[in-house]
């Protein structure tokens, strides 16, 4: 594309056609703040509605001001950002935002991290010209999400995640004018919604409006309870992420000190969830080959491709969107939940504690990981078998609020048995990581060769929808990779229409995955941090002695001493679960 | 009469002389006439050429050239597009679009043909506001009939044209008249503005090139073909042609529609067509544009009304609401009247229209009920200025008008509501205050047993006195009294 020139504060610049005054400015190292304005590049997520007006700018010539966002470049423009007209206009939104907007930032979830408290220090905001009526809206409290809507600022990041990248529908404008906000239909609470809990509605959110279930306090009683065993799994893509809490560049691997920090909590055990990612890559993986066998075999009955089912955000979206495929899946449980499972019903036992008196916590990229663990088919007499689950946010708060000094924190290792893993389980925290692991296992036992490579390179990146055969020793075996689940619906509209090629299918919630997930450090938009964290992964994998789940010694140890066989009668007991159709409140069953 | 002799009737042509349930009426009346020499000529760039000519411009508020739209939604390839009716009219008090749609649809069926066929679109539509049973229910018949006599559906008089109409509901949101947001509530996304460009020419209803036009523009059009682009440019102002309907509402003696040429004083509408100011009190000001217009003086009396003269002073024509104020009007309290109107509508997209209009009515209320200061006025015009010139759409753009031309004109009257905490039209309740002149008053005890809330005091057949702190302000004492004692301050 050809390139123009104009004139942003008096320097003469150029750019290619098409670029917004925004980005031109930026590219120059000009920064016009933004509120509602989004851009997770290479992720194919943007939310530009022009409507916060913060970005505003002077055009000449033009009779009024203009959104830098979503005005593009014109050849010989001169644009001024800065000048009295300018500076007084988005000084009073801003104050127009602030007038309507609480002032309880000591006690916001979002404090230090809200991107309206950024504006009104950088705007040095002391006192504000109007005193009126302010929104007011009923506290919504879901499994997991947590909506204080008199905090919205109608920037409308969340609804474009739940709408356009999630095809979830559960959030959306409603009312008009002062009145209007971003609620479930009827503002009823989200909990009647469609909702998955993903929480990436909360990953954007640039104010306190939306902010997980906080289950810290819980955590601390539960440890500091002298009857309670308390153990905590770590999910695979925290240890990528937690370090930036913590001022460490993204990317830092923090394994190590993420362990001494728990057991500084005063965790009794510290687990891995990576260990029972292993593990579900023995269960999903004969899964996988139990039915690919009876496919190739000429089954008709057998479904194919099968689903993984690790993401219980996309488990509640099948389970709404696409109730007639609920056959499809694995039924292979979380690694959550695996580890939860075997935690109360085989660790409990081996340590000579009641089931009762075992706490698990877990600590998840998630937010819908709070929502999963409270899912009945997940308790035994109504007991849990994961008690809590706590985000990377939390946990960091957790470690500043126990005066532990992160980042000068020995490196240690897990505890044993359930803190033993392999690379396979690292990389569940990416998308196309679980299948990759999948892969590697079901390569060499279906073959009984090692596979050539342990790196399936062809499986890994990060656009939405990707695609790969792999060759299983002369049979050539059909991979498909979503994450986002308005690309997962793409695939199961395939299936549903009976035109899916594949013989195995990944799908992850969250764009990126785990390293991007709702309980994560927030990005702010800044899609580097997300690469970052996905190299970290790989690498974490690379520095693993053993990089696949069915050379878990102590995988291996489990199935021999307890469990049997993988996919056997006692694994179905413990490690499958099954699914369900769900409807929201407003949804006519038109079966009855 | 007077009412009817500086009107010329062009959009409103047909409104009571014809029966608009029987198309033939409409085409004694030279109907269809237009959409067949334009089929007939089957140059679509030609027609065009002829709407650019004769210097129509929109007649729902924006102003913008009628040809030009069409040209730019032509020249735009696409396997579909969109001829569009802007049938949504919501101003409070208009209500010359519904009188065309009941009075003369075909006009409209007629000119959104013609303009279908200029810019190359098949399907038409008209959105409406689901409050104008008679007109959906006139249109509906009208459609009927001009599919019955070939004038919609496929292969029109003949021509390879096809083209046809379906109805869009409204559910009555104000803001749905502007163009985008029409388009979204037509697709069945909420009735939100979004940034131009991409213009509907370009992207419009269902990404399509598409095309919105008001009633009172389509109106016009059969008529610019039938009696030529020359005949219609020669009545009007140099930039704006043809004839406005105007809406005329108020303190005026003769009320309801009329339509005018351009380029007629607001002095003739008022004084000559209106019969001037009810009840021989002086005219005050004029609010034209509808809610988001401005307040025009007794200066602005000779100005030849057009588009671009109503912009420099202040206004705009908007959809052609004419309000008229005598002198009993309080200028604070008009705008926030109006103002009450936009926050009300205001979709609630952009902050300066959600929650600036919402601080620019409660600055007002502090200055009606006598709480304003001096720095207040300040707030108000930065505000305004600023909401001016941020907000997304027109109807914020325009939203502060109210107060900024009352503002300029009627500055006093601002600051004796703050300094002085007087109304000076008498209007403002909390500002009046009702005292009992001690020298008039017989004590005969009449306002006190009138008074609801006991504020009035006195021994009989002596002077009585007013509490201030408890009285509300009803003038009940006032209207009581027979001696002349009570007076208002």
């Known amino acids: 594309m050809e390139n123009i020139k104009l004139t942003i504060d008096n320097k003469e610049i150029e750019v290619a056609a098409g670029t917004t005054i925004l980005k031109a400015a930026r590219l120059h190292n000009i920064e016009i703040p933004t509120l509602c304005y989004f851009d997770l590049k290479g992720m194919d997520i943007t939310n530009k509605p022009g409507s916060c007006r913060i970005c505003t700018v002077e055009i000449e010539g033009r009779k009024n001001l203009a959104p830098a966002c979503i005005t593009e470049c014109m050849p010989g423009m001169i644009v001024r950002t800065n000048n009295i007209r300018v500076l007084n206009a988005r000084r009073s939104v801003l104050e127009l935002l602030l007038s309507d907007h609480p002032t309880d930032c000591l006690i916001c979830p979002k404090s230090g991290n809200c991107e309206l408290q950024a504006l009104a220090v950088r705007f040095g905001i002391r006192e504000l010209p109007y005193q009126g009526e302010k929104s007011s809206h009923k506290r919504d409290k879901s499994p997991a999400i947590l909506r204080d809507m008199d905090k919205c600022v109608m920037c409308r990041r969340c609804e474009m995640m739940c709408n356009k990248f999630q095809t979830v529908g559960a959030l959306s404008a409603v009312n008009r004018g002062f009145n209007a906000v971003v609620a479930p239909a009827f503002e009823d609470s989200l909990s009647q919604t469609a909702c998955t809990f993903c929480g990436q509605c909360v990953a954007v959110c640039p104010v306190g409006a939306l902010s997980e279930v906080n289950h810290t306090a819980s955590v601390i009683r539960a440890i500091n309870d002298p009857k309670k065993t308390v153990v905590v799994q770590t999910a695979p893509a925290v240890r990528v992420a937690i370090g930036e809490e913590f001022r460490m560049k993204p990317g830092t691997i923090a394994t190590g000190q993420m362990s001494a920090a728990l057991r500084r909590l005063g965790f009794d055990y510290v687990f891995d969830t990576d260990w029972s990612a292993d593990l579900t890559i023995m269960e999903e993986g004969t899964e996988l080959l139990g039915r690919l066998n009876k496919y190739l075999a000429g089954d008709k009955e057998v479904k194919m491709p099968l689903l993984t089912s690790c993401c219980p955000a996309w488990v509640k979206f099948f389970e709404h969107q696409f109730p007639d495929l609920k056959d499809i899946p694995s039924t292979a449980k979380s690694p959550q939940q695996m580890f939860g499972a075997i935690a109360k019903n085989y660790f409990a036992q081996k340590i000579g504690v009641k089931r009762e008196d075992l706490i698990v916590v877990s600590v998840m990229p998630c937010l819908a990981k709070k929502y999963e663990l409270s899912r009945d088919e997940f308790k035994t007499d109504n007991n849990p078998d994961v008690d809590f689950s706590i985000t990377t946010r939390e946990l960091a708060a957790l470690i500043k609020q126990a005066n532990i000094d992160f980042s000068s924190l020995p490196e240690e290792d897990f505890d044993s048995p359930l803190g033993e893993s392999t690379g396979a389980g690292v990389i569940f925290g990416t998308t196309g990581g679980v299948i990759e692991a999948a892969v590697r296992t079901a390569y060499e036992i279906h073959t009984g060769k090692p596979c050539p490579s342990i790196d399936f390179t062809e499986l890994r990146g990060l656009e939405g929808i990707r695609s790969a055969t792999i060759d299983f020793d002369g049979l050539p075996i059909n991979i498909g990779i979503a994450h986002g689940l308005s690309n997962a619906r793409k695939l199961l509209e395939e299936i549903r229409e009976g035109k899916s090629q594949f013989h195995a299918i990944e799908i992850m919630a969250c764009p990126g995955g785990c390293i991007n997930g709702g309980g994560q450090p927030l990005n702010h938009g800044d899609s580097r941090i997300i690469q970052a964290r996905w190299e970290a992964i790989y690498k974490a994998d690379k520095d693993k002695p053993i990089r696949k789940s069915h050379e878990n010694k102590s995988v291996q140890q489990l199935y021999k001493e307890f469990l049997g066989e993988p996919c056997g009668e006692k694994a179905h007991h413990l490690l499958h679960t099954h699914y369900f159709k769900r409807k929201t409140e407003f949804e006519v069953d038109l079966d009855k | ?489």
């Open chain 2, 1 to 489: 009469m007077d009412v009817n002799k500086k009107q010329l009737r062009i959009a409103l042509r047909n409104c009571g002389f014809i029966d608009p349930e029987n198309i033939d009426q409409y085409i004694v009346r030279d109907g269809y006439m237009a959409l067949a020499n334009v089929l007939m000529q089957n140059n679509p760039q030609a027609a065009i050429e002829v709407v650019k000519k004769s210097g129509l411009r929109g007649r729902g508020g924006g102003g913008f050239p009628t040809g030009l739209k069409w040209e730019l939604a032509s020249k735009n390839p696409s396997d579909q597009k969109y001829m569009i009716c802007n049938a949504d009219e919501g101003d409070p008090g208009a209500f010359m679009d519904r009188s065309i749609l009941e009075g003369d649809p075909h006009s409209v069926i007629e000119a959104m043909a013609i303009g279908g066929f200029c810019i190359g679109a098949t399907k038409g539509l008209i959105y409406i506001r689901a409050e104008y049973p008679l007109a959906i229910k006139r249109l509906e018949i009208a459609i009927a009939q001009a599919r019955e006599y070939g004038f919609l559906g496929q292969k029109i008089l003949g021509s390879d044209f096809d083209f046809d109409l379906e109805l869009r509901y409204g559910a009555g949101a104000f803001v749905c008249g502007e163009e985008t947001a029409l388009i979204h509530s037509m697709e069945g996304m909420r009735g939100e503005p979004t940034f131009k460009p991409p213009f509907p020419a370009q992207e419009g209803y269902l990404k399509k090139p598409s095309n919105v036009n008001n009633v009172e523009t389509f109106a016009n059009i059969p008529v610019i073909f039938n009696k030529g682009w020359e005949w219609f440019s020669s009545i009007g102002t140099e930039k704006s042609k043809g004839t406005k309907v105007f809406a005329l509402a108020g303190q005026i003696n003769n009320v309801g529609l009329i339509e005018v040429p351009m380029g007629i004083t607001l002095r003739e509408v008022i004084f000559e067509i209106g019969g001037g100011i009810k009840g021989g009190k002086q005219f005050k000001a004029v609010q034209t544009g509808g809610p988001s217009g401005g307040c025009l003086t007794e200066a602005f009396l000779d100005t030849p009304i057009d588009y671009d003269n109503l912009i420099a002073a202040g206004s705009m024509m908007g959809s052609g609401g004419m309000i008229v104020m005598d002198e009993t009007s309080c200028m604070p309290a008009v705008a926030r009247f109006y103002l009450d109107f936009t926050v009300e509508e205001s979709c609630g997209k952009c902050t300066p229209c959600r929650i600036g209009n919402k601080r620019l009515c409660e600055i007002l209320d502090k200055i009606i009920e006598g709480k304003g200061t001096m720095d207040d006025l300040t707030i108000l015009k930065n505000l305004s200025q600023v909401i001016k010139d941020t907000a997304l759409c027109g109807l914020g753009q325009t939203s502060p008008n109210p107060i900024l031309s009352t503002i300029d004109h009627f500055w006093d009257e601002y600051v004796a509501h703050v300094t002085n905490k007087k109304c000076p039209a008498g209007q403002c309740k909390s500002m009046k205050q009702y005292i009992i002149d001690a020298e008039q008053c017989i004590g005969c005890t009449a306002c006190a047993r009138a008074c609801p809330v006991g504020a009035i005091k006195g021994e009989k057949k002596n002077p009585h006195s007013i509490n201030q702190d408890l009285c509300i302000k009803c003038g009940a004492c006032y209207e009581k009294c027979k001696f002349n004692a009570i007076s208002i301050i």
